[in-house]
């Protein structure tokens, strides 16, 4: 713009002078039941219950937690005295009261009502910060709540006679006070003729013509003097007489009449109320600067504009939200309520005088682009923050400014200008703050996005958390919804955005199915970014509002929706709260909807973005069929725009949605969107799919938590984001707390989130200034100690010391009364530091009773224990208690009871001691001790114990038996002698009737032959007992010799053998051979011939935990007695570099106990940081202490936090384990793991060991899935998950012409079109929605041209025709627990599955007839089964654990044998390869693709690097199979030449796949 322009555009300001009066009654803050009030009982003298704040409130200079709101116009921060004691006396009152109209007022018989409640509403706190900057400019105060109280038509009391009539004046006046953890600020708000009577006449002079004005102010009320005087404390007065009443209507002092302000209390030092002084009056207004530009300078063409966008001064197109009055007040909010074009430098509310001093200067050095003549701008207020700097703050600066009009330029004064030096606190802890010559900016670091003040780490996926309310209206039908919850989630690598809300009561939930801009915001603001674009969050930060107005055509139903943004959480979540006020169309229940892919232009201003478009939906339902509709969608986006910086060059760009899809789930009341966005210029995006870079089309395989780097034509690479660690594909959170790269300062402790961490204060501080320094809190301030005591304040803590002539603990202070001090009293203040009575840090002071002498029980402050002590303070052996236990009765005499004489008494029942009735009663000796051998008085049972009374293995001996010497060190009983006594019954060793009784040798062992007595079959054991395969005979027949040399094989030999094929006994290939020795046992150490590790091993051949070496390094020698290495010490040592055991530079080694264990503190030699940790070796929450600070006595318990909703039977089992575990489970202990629903997750392991098995939904096990193996064991979850996308017609959407892959999804069946061999993703649909059901097997009969599939939730398999509009049909629905593989006979119109729970392969006729069962041995974990129809070939897999195999037979069960056992691992999918006759399997353990002929030759890898494939099907020269890891399809040609993926827009597992050609083949 030239100087002439500028010169033309001064010429062209116009002044307006507008008549202020004062503030109407539909401006004052919202109010009444609709926004959650609650209304005060009706009455004459009545008085609120208690309420509780969420946050403690200074008023004066103390903090208070609780309010009272009284009819009389008044609210105290204790319960009040009766009216009659106070509300006809003068001002001050004797306790605190806030006094906006103190009068004798009477709501009785409906006259008028009295609303209160508290809030946190994001808008009510920044219209109370927007009105306290007003009548505070310099004020640096930000609200975090609000209380708000409000008399409505409330009446005066009167005494109404015969001769006289009530009166019909009313009063309406409010009362609002905001505040923080540091200051507090009054509200009076007065309407326009809101008060007509100005007081009331005392109840006790009606006789008299005497009224009493209402008393307006503040008073602390009566305070303590000295110990038992008390005195009159501050108090502020409005009024003094009936004119000063008028003028809190007439008159103002935040520049509007009606509206008061006062500063009321301060946490660190207050005097008395201080009110703001911007007085107004009513007649007098200071004039509103209205600026017009002309055409000539700013036209639609230049700058095109939505002409229907709606004026901001429109109620209808900007609804605000329940907490906010109306249209946020717009000529006084700060953030949002000044106009486009006149954003005024003096403070929100203050209207300019017409200076030119205060007109805004043009920006000559950094242009930017002129606001559209219809927008809303938001200027935000200049503000020092005193919040962490994720909180809302000032983003726009300003600096004084002088126009010189005769020389055109425009001069700065930096005198006040803010710089990164004073208030860089205002950016993200991940972004670094920059100087420009007329304020600062905010950037985030290389690594994060956003606008500076805050910032994301690159990659990383994302949640949104934030609350739903509003009114709509739906038909005739109108809807509250009252802070229901919504969350999202979003992938940013690839743009896809889930939001859900829930709690969406009918019939809104099917209506808002269409108003998918609820979700695409969050689509907006993390959209994948194409080149030279950016998305939302990069401009605006985390704080921002956004206005929506949606017009439905034809109806013309209108909603408007304001989304406001209000920072980072604790946990970095974004938080948006939403408002929905109009009408939408009416759905019917049961419809779906469909929305199309489309573009949305967004242009950009400074501090402002807006977009219109329109937008086409199909609702298909049974009552009207498909029906195609529209809205239209215009919005505005407003943000805190840093202007100082160098400007982006944005003006306009491209949102592109690329798959909608949105449902409402009746059942679980939940409204689901998920969209996926992409963001670039105009015209971006318009490539050839297959000259799209994978990083911007979304399709490559980077982990969730990376980010996408695209590199030239179709390479990239993924790079984890910050805060995570790994190659891009496998991307693992860094414990920034663990590794010591955390931020945090002293008084601090880290606490680790997902790519990230935070700080918090330890006890006793709290956050500064900055928001990240952590300060102490001074608790003196409070007045915690007696009267008679000094207070002294000590970093984190503080102590209370009694005054000189006064003895006792600083908290009960008593008058010595002249005596000398005793020996306790001395001992105690020689432990007082001399300089103002504070203690020695950490040092124990004794406990002195009123006579001074030494209680007799002593606690230690710091450390929680207690203990007994007699007369001299000495403490009494046995009786100190650690914290968190009973402590010890120390009154009782003589000493105390020993743990024996405890346990006994316990048992003991009545005073006489009489022992219970069949209880075991230990013995105890002289000393308490007890006795070496104890005997059940009831069963006659003895045992040996040790001194703790345990009972020691071997030494019980039945009644009638030789009891064992205890004092002897004879050996104990044996296995087979115990075995043996375990099963005498009577007195004298009768056996029980029929039971087998084993047979022991001289020395205790089990004699190698064993016969029953009963049966007369006999047999031959081992060293265990255990019957040995094979010798078992008869009664009547020979015996076999259990002591012949050519015993039976051994365990291990016939493991050994069973693996040595039948040819010369070799071994099969890259197959582990066990070793035995001489007698046949398994050597102590084996190891694997192919991979070279070696691990020891015990009796029965099982892997010893922590032996296992890798080749190369040395064995461990497995004969040693010694314990192999632990946990800790393999972690240890694995962190050792050299052979000489230095530890690598700057690494964490973990120090280990005598025994190997975790020693339970743990601090790093680098950083200095020391934390507590478990037996595992885990941080426990809360310990971590930075260098130079005291460390944490790890020996104190745990405390494990309740959950924070009910819990579920995996929780409550949980739960009850680690308190089983006194909340230190380790390595050998088992928890149930559960997902983030509560249920349990499919697949449970042992502790942190890669000892894992599958359980059903109830978490039982499921039989032959447990492993020890790295990679998991495949199993599939039995709980149907919530779905994510809409529910389609409950028929089936046929597929495209030609040849087409259909999949199973969990809940649906979905249809991948195929062109040629490549998969044609952009016409993928669904087949058929299965909501509640969890398909696994799939397969096609192309005679018939329907589809077959197995459900594991529901536990049927059924059938669908592909023609249009047909329905799915069950055929099977008995005595199926979890069928997964199906496979279609098509040339004998047979069906095929198998069943993993009772393990068995079953056949039917296509229609469920003719069932029968064709295995039911020698399967472990059937999964996969396939048919080659033209042989008659059935072929399935076993992923047995123990020994994997894949099998096959004749389709009539004949023929039975294994096709595969070597070198294979998970081999969950099968199928046939028409073409090269073979049969191929994807194995998810060895993570190959192989192929074999069916007589077991020409095995060949196909692929040696997959994921975690499932399922897989062959078509032409390519495989395509479903992978777990991807959550979509993968292609893989047969020469492994070429590979491709479909990733399905709702992601989750998909299972079976299946191919569906036009016709058989």
Not at 37 to 49: I, N
Not at 377 to 391: A, E, F, G, I
Not at 670 to 680: E, M, S, V
Not at 701 to 721: H, I, K, N, R, Y
Request: hydrophobic share 25%; with cysteine.
């Amino acid at each position: 713009m030239t100087w002439d322009k500028i010169a033309v555009l001064f010429l062209q300001l116009l002044w307006t002078v507008h008549r202020v009066t004062a503030i109407h009654r539909h401006d004052i803050y919202p109010y009444g039941m609709l926004y959650g009030d609650v209304a005060l009982q009706e009455g004459d003298d009545e008085t609120s219950k208690v309420i509780t704040l969420t946050k403690p409130m200074y008023f004066y200079e103390a903090s208070f937690t609780n309010l009272y709101v009284a009819t009389n116009g008044i609210i105290s921060t204790q319960d009040l005295p009766m009216e009659k004691q106070y509300v006809d006396d003068g001002f001050p009152t004797d306790f605190p009261v806030i006094a906006p109209f103190l009068a004798d007022i009477d709501t009785s018989k409906g006259k008028g009502s009295i609303f209160y409640r508290q809030t946190e509403s994001p808008t009510v706190l920044k219209r109370a910060e927007a009105d306290v900057k007003r009548g505070f400019p310099d004020a640096t105060f930000t609200p975090t709540h609000a209380f708000i109280a409000t008399w409505e038509n409330v009446s005066a009391y009167e005494e109404v006679t015969r001769s006289s009539r009530p009166s019909n004046r009313v009063n309406t006046f409010q009362v609002v006070l905001a505040y923080n953890e540091k200051d507090t600020y009054a509200l009076f708000l007065y309407p326009e003729d809101g008060l007509q009577f100005f007081g009331t006449r005392p109840k006790e002079s009606y006789n008299v013509e005497i009224e009493l004005p209402a008393r307006v102010g503040f008073t602390r009320g009566e305070l303590s003097y000295f110990f038992f005087s008390r005195t009159e404390g501050p108090y502020y007065s409005v009024t003094s007489n009936e004119q000063s009443v008028k003028n809190l209507y007439q008159k103002g002092n935040i520049g509007e009449p009606g509206v008061w302000l006062f500063h009321v209390g301060n946490r660190y030092s207050f005097q008395n109320v201080v009110p703001a002084q911007h007085e107004v009056v009513s007649t007098k207004a200071p004039p509103v600067l209205v600026a017009v530009f002309s055409d000539e300078d700013y036209t639609e063409e230049e700058y095109p504009i939505d002409p229907d966008f709606q004026d901001p001064t429109t109620t209808e197109f900007l609804e605000p939200e329940q907490d906010s009055s109306l249209l946020e007040r717009l000529n006084q909010e700060a953030p949002l309520g000044q106009s486009p074009l006149q954003p005024s430098v003096s403070g929100p509310g203050e209207f300019p005088q017409p200076d030119p001093r205060n007109l805004p200067p043009e920006d000559v050095t950094q242009p930017q682009r002129p606001l559209p003549k219809h927008a809303i701008l938001q200027v935000y207020p200049n503000r020092v923050k005193d919040v962490p700097p994720h909180n809302s703050g000032g983003q726009v600066f300003s600096v004084e400014e002088r126009v010189n009009f005769e020389s055109g330029v425009i001069h700065y004064s930096t005198d006040n200008k803010e710089t990164c030096e004073r208030f860089q606190q205002q950016c993200s802890q991940n972004a670094h703050c920059t100087d420009y010559p007329t304020g600062f900016c905010c950037h985030c670091n290389s690594g994060f996005y956003g606008n500076g003040r805050h910032c994301l780490p690159n990659g990383a996926p994302h949640r949104v958390n934030g609350k739903v309310r509003g009114t709509v209206l739906v038909g005739g039908t109108v809807v509250q919804l009252d802070s229901i919850d919504l969350h999202a989630y979003i992938v940013v690598g690839d743009g896809r955005a889930y939001t859900a809300i829930s709690e969406v009561p009918e019939p809104v939930g099917w209506a808002l199915m269409p108003v998918a801009p609820i979700g695409g915001l969050f689509g907006w603001l993390f959209a994948l970014e194409l080149p030279n674009s950016l998305n939302g969050f990069s401009i605006t930060g985390a704080e921002f509002t956004r206005r929506a107005d949606v017009t439905f055509y034809p109806g013309n139903q209108r909603l408007s929706i304001v989304q406001t943004a209000t920072g980072l959480d604790t946990q970095n979540y974004l938080n948006v709260d939403t408002h929905l006020q109009g009408s939408v169309p009416f759905i019917p229940p049961g419809a779906t909807v469909q929305m199309e892919p489309f573009k949305d232009t967004y242009q950009y201003y400074p501090s402002l973005i807006t977009s219109s478009s329109v937008r086409e939906f199909t609702v298909v339902s049974a009552e009207k069929g498909t029906e195609t509709l529209t809205f239209q969608v215009r919005q505005n986006i407003t943000y805190r725009d840093c202007t100082h910086g160098h400007r982006r060059g944005l003006e306009t760009q491209e949102l592109r949605m690329e798959r909608i899809f949105v449902m409402y789930v009746k059942e679980e009341r939940i409204l689901r969107y998920a969209i996926t966005n992409k963001i670039g210029p105009l015209g971006a995006g318009e490539t050839e799919p297959e000259n799209v870079n994978p990083c911007y089309s979304g399709n490559h395989d980077c982990d969730t938590t990376a980010q996408c780097v695209p590199g030239e034509g179709q390479l990239f690479s993924c790079q984890c984001a910050t805060g995570y660690s790994g190659d891009g594909r496998n991307c693992y959170d860094v414990d920034e707390c663990a590794e010591g790269l955390s931020s945090c300062g002293a008084h601090s402790h880290c606490v680790n989130l997902p790519g990230s961490h935070r700080c918090q204060c330890e006890g006793g501080f709290e956050f500064g200034f900055d928001g990240r320094t952590c300060q102490d809190v001074d608790e003196c301030r409070d007045q915690p100690c007696h009267a008679q005591a000094l207070c002294s304040n000590v970093p984190g803590s503080f102590h209370c010391q009694c005054q000189p002539g006064y003895h006792g603990d600083g908290f009960q202070c008593h008058p010595q009364n002249g005596r000398p001090k005793t020996q306790c009293e001395q001992h105690r203040d020689s432990l007082q530091s001399r300089n103002d009575g504070v203690p020695r840090v950490g040092a124990f002071i004794p406990e002195c009773d009123e006579e001074g002498q030494y209680r007799p029980q002593q606690c230690h402050g710091s450390t929680g224990h207690c203990w007994c002590v007699d007369s001299r303070g000495q403490e009494r052996a046995g009786t100190r208690t650690p914290p968190g236990t009973p402590t010890i009765n120390c009154y009782e005499p003589g000493r105390l009871k020993t743990q024996c004489e405890q346990h006994r008494d316990s048992l003991q029942s009545g005073n006489d001691g009489v022992p219970r009735v069949g209880a075991f009663i230990p013995e105890c000796d002289e000393e308490g001790q007890y006795r070496p051998q104890q005997c059940h008085g009831s069963t006659g049972h003895c045992w040996c114990v040790d001194s703790r009374g345990q009972e020691r293995a071997g030494t019980r001996t039945p009644p009638g038996t030789s009891r064992i010497n205890c004092d002897e060190s004879g050996r104990p009983k044996t296995q087979c002698e115990q075995h043996r006594d375990s099963l005498q019954s009577g007195n004298g060793g009768v056996p029980r009737v029929g039971a087998f009784i084993p047979q022991c040798d001289e020395e205790g062992q089990y004699r190698p032959q064993q016969c029953h007595g009963s049966t007369g079959h006999c047999w031959c054991v081992d060293s265990r007992g255990q019957e040995r395969a094979g010798t078992r005979t008869p009664p009547g027949t020979p015996r076999i010799n259990c002591d012949e040399p050519g015993r039976l094989k051994t365990q291990c030999e016939q493991h050994r053998d069973s693996l040595q094929s039948r040819n010369g006994d070799v071994p099969r290939v890259g197959a582990f051979i066990p070793e035995c020795d001489e007698e046949g046992q398994y050597r102590p150490q084996q190891c694997h011939g192919s991979t070279g590790h070696c691990w020891c091993v015990d009796s029965r051949g099982q892997e010893r935990a922590g032996t296992r070496t890798p080749p190369g390094t040395p064995r461990i020698n497995c004969d040693e007695s010694g314990h192999p290495k632990t946990q800790c010490e393999q972690h240890r040592d694995s962190l050792q570099s050299r052979k000489d055991g230095v530890p690598l530079a700057g690494a964490f080694i973990p120090q280990c106990d005598e025994e190997g264990q975790y020693r339970p503190q743990q601090c790093h030699g680098s950083t200095g940081h020391c934390w507590c940790v478990d037996s595992r070796g885990q941080e426990r929450a809360g310990t971590r202490t930075p260098p130079g600070t005291p460390r944490i006595n790890c020996d104190e318990p745990v405390i494990v936090p309740p959950t924070q909703r009910p819990e579920t039977v995996c929780e409550r089992w949980r739960a009850s384990l680690l308190q089983q575990y006194a909340g230190q489970p380790d390595s050998r202990h088992y928890l149930p793991q559960c997902d983030s629903s509560g249920e349990f997750n499919p697949v449970q392991c042992y502790g942190d060991s890669s000892y894992c098995w599958c359980v059903d939904r109830n978490g039982r096990e499921v039989p032959g899935t447990r492993s020890h193996d790295a990679v998991k064991p495949a199993c599939i979850p039995t709980v149907a998950p919530p779905t994510m996308r809409p529910l389609p017609r409950p028929d089936v959407t046929p597929p495209p012409a030609g040849t087409s892959l259909l999949y199973a999804q969990g809940q649906q069946i979905g249809v991948l079109p195929l062109n040629g061999t490549q998969m044609d993703k952009q016409r993928s649909s669904v087949l058929l929605a299965l909501h509640g059901s969890i398909v696994v097997g799939i397969d096609y009969d192309c005679r018939e041209r329907k589809v077959y599939w197995t459900d594991l939730a529901g536990r049927t398999i059924s059938r669908a025709s592909l023609e249009p509009g047909s329905e799915s049909e069950i055929i099977i629905n008995t005595a199926l627990t979890s069928p997964e593989g199906l496979a279609v006979d098509v040339a004998r119109r047979r069906l095929f599955w198998v069943d993993s729970t009772p393990d068995k392969i079953e056949t039917a006729n296509l229609d469920g007839s003719d069932r029968r069962v064709l295995f039911d041995t020698d399967l472990v974990n059937p999964r996969a089964i396939i048919v080659d129809s033209p042989t008659g070939t059935l072929y399935w897999t076993d992923w047995n654990r123990e020994a994997p195999k894949i099998e096959s037979s004749s389709v009539d069960g004949q023929n039975r044998r294994v096709l595969v056992q070597d070198g294979i691992g998970l081999p969950n999918a099968l199928a046939y390869d028409s073409t090269t006759r073979q049969v191929c399997w994807a194995d998810a353990g060895t993570k190959r693709l192989e192929c074999i002929s069916p007589n077991g030759t020409g095995r060949r890898v196909v692929h040696s690097n997959l994921n975690y494939p499932f399922s897989m099907v062959s078509f032409a020269n390519h495989y395509y199979y479903t992978d777990w890891r991807r959550d979509g399809v993968v292609a893989l040609s047969r020469d492994n030449q070429s590979t491709d993926e479909y990733l399905p827009d709702q992601r989750s597992h998909l299972y079976g796949i299946t191919v569906a050609p036009p016709h058989c083949l």
